[in-house]
């Protein structure tokens, strides 16, 4: 068993809100200045910028996570995780599908910048990225299973799109194995509203370089024979064994 810091919830250039300067390899550099070891891409409703990440985390002696943060039909944050660059972008092939799409105002939203992975634009999204999908929380679970991942709440301390704020409390279904926190401090407050088993974690949301954290939150894996892929797959397993 190894210790392994991390941030699971980082957005880049590619999110609208996010600041250009999120680049795969600026974000990289960040976490291993912080410290962090597992490093998960979520930007809002896509994974196109996961590939030029692997990139630039391995550079850096990081090991990446592919992910989303999925917007439900009900505007509610979804963390998506997955083992293989493969599947998640699968996945963003059927969350595009499903997507409400808006043309982005890039003077009000962002640029919404596809990078590759020396940093280099190689496209933009033309349509909003953070608007709701017509996936609902009930299907997100089950259909991120589908594609190998994972699919928690984001954020559930917070106000703005957060899955308490929204619905009153986490729902009876889908039965969630792990739930997301932006401030860890809230664990005791909120601990009526976790279900006994269910892991947490503690994202950064961080939509600029400045909001990535020290480190601070560690997941124990085993990780023997070392390798990148193992870890990812340990981290999934991990994530959903709050669920039994």
């Not at 890039?106 to 020396?118: A, H, K, W, Y």
Request: charged residues 25%; aromatic residues 8%.
């Amino acid at each position: 068993m190894n210790r392994y810091y991390y941030d699971l919830h980082i957005h880049s250039c590619l999110s609208p809100c996010a600041d250009n300067d999120n680049t795969p390899n600026n974000l990289a550099g960040m976490g291993a200045l912080a410290g962090l070891q597992i490093m998960a891409l979520t930007d809002h409703n896509t994974c196109r910028n996961c590939p030029a990440f692997f990139e630039a985390a391995k550079k850096h002696g990081i090991v990446p996570v592919p992910g989303m943060e999925l917007t439900t039909a009900e505007d509610i944050h979804m963390i998506c995780l997955f083992p293989t660059l493969e599947a998640a972008l699968a996945f963003d092939e059927e969350v595009g599908r499903r997507r409400i799409l808006v043309e982005n105002r890039p003077d009000i939203f962002g640029d919404q910048l596809v990078l590759n992975g020396e940093d280099e634009p190689i496209g933009t999204e033309p349509y909003l990225l953070s608007n709701a999908t017509t996936i609902s929380v009930e299907e997100s679970v089950p259909l991120t299973e589908y594609y190998g991942g994972v699919c928690y709440p984001a954020h559930i301390d917070r106000e703005a799109n957060g899955i308490i704020a929204v619905l009153g409390a986490l729902p009876p279904s889908p039965v969630f194995s792990c739930v997301e926190l932006h401030d860890g401090e809230k664990e005791s407050s909120l601990k009526d509203q976790i279900p006994p088993g269910c892991r947490v974690v503690v994202g950064s949301d961080a939509h600029f370089l400045w909001d990535i954290r020290d480190k601070d939150r560690y997941l124990e894996l085993d990780d023997t024979p070392y390798s990148g892929q193992l870890v990812r797959n340990r981290l999934i397993e991990w994530i959903r064994g709050g669920g039994e």
